[in-house]
């Protein structure tokens, strides 16, 4: 009896112990954080995604303001190129600047300006318009331009004079301004750009005699500019168009 006794109790004692070793193997054991790695990549690919689309956002919208503002700076921008490229003058001030002002664009009746280069027999320059055509309501501001090179060695001086087809449609073919009968030199294998700013006067569309006309053709011819050289101006071209010597 009393050695079964002392034998439970030893199983009893080996039972404690090892329940003992185990509860302190668990407290001893390091403490180990919850990975989060998977939800904080998520969170940081949320995030990275977000701030892009917000960056692309923003370069839309300045975009879209950058445009317009060049939309509004257009003819300023313009003034300014003709002025540093000494391209045509200045419109005078009594040149229908109220008209231009005040003028009513006719939306309903829309020209095709069609636009024409020619060289004289002595020119020995490349010259030729930028675009072939151009559709503009009377009333309305255009601006166009032409490309001229010298391809030669040497410096090379011309001067241009201008005609529009159909010749009834030239008196409604007001160019505020523009690089006709004036000197123009180019250097050996210089080229430029020369703009020509325009409209068509809205009194067009009560002329009986262009009810039919919808394409009107611009067309441009330079000479090389020497001593004697004489030059025809249409009869339609205004005085501050038209600069002779």
Same mark, same amino acid.
């Given at each position: 009896?009393?050695? /079964? +006794?002392?034998?439970?109790?030893?199983?009893? !004692?080996?039972?404690?112990? %090892?329940?003992?070793?185990?509860?302190?193997?668990?407290?001893?054991?390091?403490?180990?954080?919850?990975?989060? *790695?998977?939800?904080?990549?998520?969170?940081?690919?949320?995030?990275?995604?977000?701030?892009? &689309?917000?960056?692309?956002?923003?370069?839309?919208?300045?975009?879209?303001?950058?445009?317009?503002?060049?939309? =509004?700076?257009?003819? @300023?921008?313009?003034?300014? +190129?003709?002025?540093?490229?000494?391209?045509?003058?200045? /419109? &005078?001030?009594?040149?229908?600047? $109220?008209?231009?002002? %005040?003028?009513?664009?006719?939306?309903?009746?829309?020209?095709?300006?069609?636009?024409?280069?020619? #060289?004289?027999?002595?020119?020995?320059?490349?010259?030729?318009? !930028? !675009?072939?055509?151009?559709?503009?309501? @009377?009333?309305?501001?255009?601006?166009?331009? =032409? /490309?001229?090179?010298?391809?030669?060695?040497?410096?090379?001086?011309?001067?241009?004079?201008?005609?529009?087809?159909?010749? $009834?449609?030239?008196?409604?073919?007001?160019?505020?301004?523009?690089?006709?009968?004036?000197? !123009?030199?180019?250097? @050996? %294998?210089?080229?430029?750009?020369?703009?020509?700013?325009?409209?068509?006067?809205?009194?067009?569309?009560?002329?009986?005699?262009?009810?039919?006309?919808?394409? #009107? /053709? *611009?067309?441009?011819?330079?000479?090389?500019?020497?001593?004697? *050289?004489?030059?025809?101006?249409?009869? =339609?071209?205004? @005085?501050?168009?038209?600069?002779?010597?």
């Amino acid at each position: 009896m009393l050695r /079964t +006794f002392a034998k439970v109790r030893v199983q009893c !004692q080996q039972l404690l112990r %090892h329940k003992y070793k185990q509860q302190l193997q668990l407290k001893l054991q390091p403490c180990r954080p919850k990975s989060t *790695l998977g939800g904080n990549r998520g969170d940081s690919d949320a995030a990275n995604r977000k701030l892009r &689309s917000k960056s692309t956002l923003y370069y839309i919208t300045a975009g879209g303001v950058l445009i317009v503002g060049f939309s =509004y700076a257009a003819v @300023p921008l313009y003034s300014i +190129f003709c002025q540093a490229y000494s391209y045509g003058g200045t /419109t &005078s001030q009594g040149h229908d600047a $109220e008209k231009v002002e %005040h003028m009513v664009k006719v939306k309903d009746r829309v020209l095709k300006i069609r636009f024409n280069a020619d #060289i004289g027999s002595s020119m020995r320059w490349n010259f030729k318009p !930028q !675009q072939f055509e151009i559709k503009v309501a @009377p009333g309305e501001t255009a601006l166009a331009f =032409y /490309t001229a090179k010298n391809p030669t060695d040497k410096p090379v001086v011309g001067i241009s004079t201008y005609n529009v087809i159909p010749f $009834e449609a030239g008196a409604y073919f007001n160019k505020i301004q523009c690089f006709c009968f004036e000197e !123009q030199m180019l250097n @050996p %294998h210089e080229e430029v750009d020369m703009p020509v700013f325009f409209y068509i006067d809205p009194e067009i569309t009560q002329d009986p005699a262009l009810e039919l006309c919808d394409t #009107i /053709t *611009l067309s441009y011819t330079f000479f090389e500019a020497k001593e004697g *050289l004489q030059l025809n101006f249409p009869s =339609y071209v205004k @005085p501050h168009t038209a600069k002779q010597a």
